[in-house]
Antibody, heavy 126, light 110 residues
C-alpha cells in the first residue's frame, strides 16, 4: 500500500530556512513524480512544487521560485523541499503527494495526485 | 497565478444530489482535460476523487461523477451522505509542469 510520510516541519524565524522530507513506501518511488502542496491555517490548498520521477525537471509556483528547491534521492525513496527566506506567508501545513502517472515525461503529465501524506506543519514566526 | 473559482459553500440534505462548480479560463480548465477533484475532511489530508475531468480512481464510489463544459468543470455527488461533508477542491493544468487549485467549496450535509 503506497504511503508517504512528511517530516521536518517546525517553528522558524522570518528569513530562516527549513528542509522538509517526504519518505515513500509501498510503491516504486523512482517511477513517480512527487508534488508538494501547502495549506495555510483556515485556507485552501496551494500547489507548491513538482519534481519529475527522475529529478530531471522541477517546477514551482511563482511565489516560491528562487526561495524553495525541490529535490529527490531515489536511493532513499525520499523527496525534499528546501525552503529559504521564509516569511509569515509560508506558514502552512505542507503535504507531499505522489503523481498519478508512472514515468511521466513532459508529454505524459496528467496533473493529478493520487496518494497524499498526512502533512507536516511549518510556522514562520518571531 | 489566480486560483480557479469555486463557491465557498454549498449544502444539501441526505439523499439529494449536489453539484460543485469550478471556473477557470481557456488557458487552464477550458483548454485541457487535466481537471481533478479532491475531498478533504476537516483535519485530514486531501483525497483524490476524480482525475482527467471524468475518471474515478479505484475505490471511489460511483456516487461521484464529473464533467466539463467550456471553462467550467463540475463535480456531482448523488445520494448525498453524512460522510460526504468535507471541503472539495478542483485543480487544473496551468502551464507545463504546474497546476492550480480552486479556492475550495465546503459541503455541509444538513
Amino acid at each position: 500500500q503506497a504511503q508517504l510520510v512528511e517530516s521536518g516541519g517546525g517553528v522558524v524565524q522570518p528569513g530562516g530556512s527549513l528542509r522538509l522530507s517526504c519518505a515513500a513506501s509501498g510503491f516504486t518511488f523512482s517511477n513517480y513524480g512527487t508534488h508538494w502542496v501547502r495549506q495555510a491555517p483556515g485556507k485552501g490548498l496551494e500547489w507548491v512544487a513538482f519534481i519529475r520521477y527522475d529529478g530531471s525537471n522541477k517546477y514551482y509556483t511563482d511565489s516560491v521560485k528562487g526561495r524553495f528547491t525541490i529535490s529527490r534521492d531515489n536511493s532513499r525513496n525520499t523527496v525534499y523541499l528546501l525552503m529559504n527566506s521564509l516569511g509569515p506567508e509560508d506558514t502552512a501545513d505542507y503535504y507531499c503527494a505522489k503523481d498519478g502517472v508512472e514515468k511521466a515525461t513532459i508529454a505524459d503529465y496528467q496533473y493529478y495526485m493520487d496518494v497524499w501524506g498526512k502533512g507536516t506543519t511549518v510556522t514562520v514566526s518571531s | 497565478q489566480s486560483a480557479l473559482t469555486q463557491p465557498a459553500s454549498v449544502s444539501g440534505s441526505p439523499g439529494q444530489s449536489i453539484t460543485f462548480s469550478c471556473t477557470g479560463s481557456n488557458s487552464d480548465v477550458g483548454g485541457y482535460d487535466y481537471v481533478s477533484w479532491y475531498q478533504q475532511h476537516a483535519g485530514k489530508a486531501p483525497k483524490l476523487m476524480i482525475y482527467g475531468v471524468t475518471n474515478r480512481p479505484s475505490g471511489i464510489s460511483n456516487r461521484f461523477s464529473a464533467s466539463k463544459s467550456g471553462n467550467t468543470a463540475s463535480l456531482t455527488i448523488s445520494g448525498l451522505q453524512a460522510e460526504d461533508e468535507a471541503a472539495y477542491y478542483c485543480t487544473s493544468y496551468l502551464r507545463t509542469g504546474t497546476l492550480v487549485f480552486g479556492g475550495g467549496t465546503k459541503l455541509t450535509v444538513l
